[in-house]
């Protein structure tokens, strides 16, 4: 085992894990995380949010201290790309000339932003919103009264836009979809959104078809096809990401929507583990392929991949669950909603901050939208962990006590 | 720095020593105790960072709020002791502090 070298390719949350899991589960050669960044693995749900508005210093993201990398003998090559995986020679070559050979290795890419080739897009002021430098950069252009512009009305647009308003910001969500949240949640819990947001004092526009950013060397203005021209002192772009398959595909690893893997987290290499944003893998509960963008996803698969990299076989089956923070709603999402044709409302969307959307298909639940309801989000965590469904009647009486309303 | 000790379901002990301010979830993980996962990094959204309290300590280290108290009613064999450590602020008045920690988080 001593001259074994796990080499983690990628250095988020994926890869903490991994590396974590690794050595907890008696790995006993070397470890070596290899990450872009010049920082080690940090926690990035706190950039759209306390980072952004300066509660939180960047020591404080850190999943670990480097301190404990040290101590558990787990190598950071940070500030450090890879150019080509060579699988024949099972060996990373890097963009600065030098190399690491590997016997196992861990794909752990994560993803990278959807870009906006639109007009305008090369000016200073227009931003994404993936990285910790991302948030620097963008933390140079915000301040009380200034005007943010944010193309992408999905779930990093929106924490975006409320950290902005905390700011004193003047704050334009555009949506190109004819709703914010369209693709993940039922209509109710859109609206739900688009009025708080909306009482928060947030511009949303939705069906916005943006032309062009505009301005002489920093942004100043969006234009949009109806004419419309909004003022911005910045942009920040949020319409999604794309798994972070480059390497894999020039390896020459099965690639379709994410690294292939299968319940163990391997790839079509036996040497080679993936795990997190740039996996497709599948899931039992659901019964089909899926590629998730989310820290639970990274942390769990993470785990799968180390015991699989141990030679202990055990096969990813978690239930996906994610949460999202804005102004004062805490979102707390269990399972997944896609493919539901009913919803069930527990407390009013149309009013006041607090209820639960239980999503179905047939008899069967399959999700919850909990906002600020977190013993709702955790009852069919369970629940839907268990392979439990629910009494729809029951589940919409905010009388009957939520664990009245499962069923084996 | 307040000394605070962790306790696995196994009975093995860990001591860390941290810093007033931080929070008894960071002392966890940042000190790669076992037991505690903390999948939302001190959220207060995944229930994670399930402990238990000594029962000497309950007094000095507060009550669960309500979002707290919610998701302690879930978590796997829950006790009257029962707290998120990420809800809990480590002090100098917490020194000494014992905590327990579940089989299971999930």
Same mark, same amino acid.
């Given at each position: ?8 390719? %990628? ?25 872009? =960044? ?18 939180? &210093?960047?020591? /404080? ?8 990398? /040290? ?87 929106? =924490? ?50 943006? /032309?062009?950013?505009? %301005? ?32 894999? =595909? ?12 299968? /319940? ?46 141990? %030679?202990?076989?055990?096969?990813? &089956? ?91 | ?24 979830? &960071? ?13 939302? %990094? ?65």
């Amino acid at each position: 085992m001593g001259s074994e070298h796990a080499v983690i390719v %990628g250095a988020s949350h994926a890869a903490a894990q991994l590396a974590t899991s690794l050595r907890q589960g008696g790995w006993a050669g070397k470890i070596s995380i290899v990450g872009a =960044e010049a920082i080690p693995p940090y926690h990035r749900p706190p950039l759209s949010k306390a980072y952004l508005v300066g509660e939180k &210093h960047s020591d /404080e993201l850190l999943i670990r201290p480097a301190t404990f990398y /040290e101590k558990s003998d787990i190598d950071l090559a940070l500030g450090t790309r890879v150019s080509t995986l060579d699988r024949a020679n099972k060996i990373l070559r890097l963009h600065d000339g030098g190399s690491i050979p590997y016997t196992k290795l861990a794909l752990t890419t994560g993803a990278s932003v959807r870009k906006l080739a639109i007009p305008g897009h090369t000016l200073d002021g227009v931003f994404y919103l993936r990285d910790l430098n991302d948030v620097n950069r963008i933390r140079g252009f915000i301040g009380a009264g200034k005007s943010a512009v944010i193309i992408g009305g999905g779930y990093i647009g929106l =924490e975006t836009a409320a950290s902005m308003r905390k700011l004193g910001m003047n704050v334009t969500v555009l949506e190109a979809l004819p709703r914010v949240l369209q693709r993940v949640t039922a209509p109710e819990v859109s609206a739900f959104y688009s009025r708080v947001h909306g009482e928060q004092g947030v511009n949303i526009v939705t069906d916005a078809a943006v /032309e062009s950013l505009q %301005g002489e060397g920093v942004v100043t203005a969006v234009k949009l096809a109806d004419g419309t021209s909004l003022g911005a002192d910045l942009v920040v772009i949020g319409v999604g990401v794309l798994p972070a398959t480059e390497l894999a =595909e020039m390896a020459g690893l099965a690639v379709d929507n994410g690294i292939v893997v299968d /319940e163990f987290a391997r790839t079509s290499d036996p040497d080679i583990v993936a795990a997190g944003d740039c996996t497709n893998h599948y899931n039992p509960i659901y019964a089909r392929r899926l590629r998730l963008e989310s820290v639970q996803n990274a942390t769990d698969q993470a785990k799968t991949a180390a015991s699989t990299l141990c %030679g202990k076989l055990e096969s990813y &089956h978690a239930l996906p669950w994610f949460w999202s923070d804005q102004y004062d709603l805490k979102l707390q999402i269990a399972g997944l909603s896609q493919g539901f044709d009913r919803v069930v409302l527990r407390g009013a969307s149309d009013s006041g901050r607090s209820f639960a959307a239980f999503y179905f298909l047939g008899d069967r639940l399959l999700a919850v939208d909990a906002v600020n309801r977190p013993k709702e989000f955790m009852a069919v965590r369970r629940a839907l962990a268990a392979g439990q469904s629910a009494d729809p009647v029951k589940l919409a009486d905010d009388t009957v006590d939520i664990q009245q309303a499962f069923i084996q | 720095m307040p000394l605070i000790t962790f306790i696995s379901d196994n009975g093995s002990e860990r001591e860390v020593h941290v810093a007033s301010g931080t929070t008894l979830m &960071h002392a966890a993980t940042d000190n790669g105790v076992p037991g505690i996962l903390a999948d939302c %990094g001190g959220a207060c959204s995944c229930a994670t960072c399930h402990c238990y309290v000594d029962e000497a300590w309950v007094a000095k280290t507060g009550t669960a709020d309500e979002v707290e108290a919610q998701m302690l009613d879930f978590v796997l064999e829950p006790q009257p002791n029962s707290r998120l450590s990420c809800q809990i602020v480590v002090t100098d008045e917490l020194d000494g502090l014992v905590v327990r920690l579940p089989k299971n988080q999930i």
